[in-house]
């Protein structure tokens, strides 16, 4: 299977243990299966230009976990975003990313304002991106590097008009969704 990583830097040997631990599916490797929304969180700085990474994965004789958006998967991320240790026995996680408005969402949630129920049915406004995590230093040596682009100017802009076009649409719709409640 073909993945690919957003990034500022050609990453042929990803480390596994280098990010965010409090992230969706907590410390690991993110890559998609879609290259158009790779591009599409790609983001921008003055003095560097977006990379693309594009990778094969084996999966053989890895332990994959598979979420898709249901509780088991908001319990998970609502865990890993209060910075619990994680505690999945898994080399690769494949799930749906949660979307930017989560920690506004969790907050109500911990502040009593929203039941869990309501929360996950907020999460699950909008359109369903699926990220996959590699855990292990087992999962890495199954990615393969094939390449790397930068992204030009054009295509940054472009992709950032579909993002805000998509943002501007879940945000009236969890809007609605909230009077609801």
Do not use: C
Not at 71 to 100: C, M, S
Not at 168 to 180: A, D, F, N
């Amino acid at each position: 299977m073909k993945l690919y990583h957003a990034g500022f830097e050609i990453i042929k040997n990803p480390d596994v243990h280098y990010g965010r631990k409090n992230a969706d599916f907590g410390q690991g490797f993110y890559v998609t299966d879609r290259e158009e929304f790779a591009r599409r969180w790609a983001k921008e700085r003055r003095d560097m230009r977006p990379v693309i990474n594009t990778y094969e994965m084996n999966f053989d004789g890895l332990k994959v976990h598979r979420f898709k958006r249901d509780h088991e998967w908001f319990t998970y991320i609502f865990g890993n975003r209060r910075g619990k240790q994680d505690g999945l026995d898994a080399d690769v996680i494949i799930g749906p990313i949660a979307n930017d408005t989560i920690y506004d969402t969790l907050g109500m949630i911990t502040s009593g304002i929203l039941s869990d129920e309501e929360a996950l049915s907020l999460l699950q406004i909008g359109p369903e991106y699926y990220q996959i995590v590699l855990k292990s230093e087992k999962a890495a040596a199954n990615l393969q590097w094939l390449e790397a682009r930068k992204l030009r100017d054009d295509e940054i802009g472009g992709y950032r008009e579909i993002l805000q076009k998509e943002q501007q649409e879940y945000l009236e719709t969890i809007s609605k969704k909230m009077q609801e409640f």
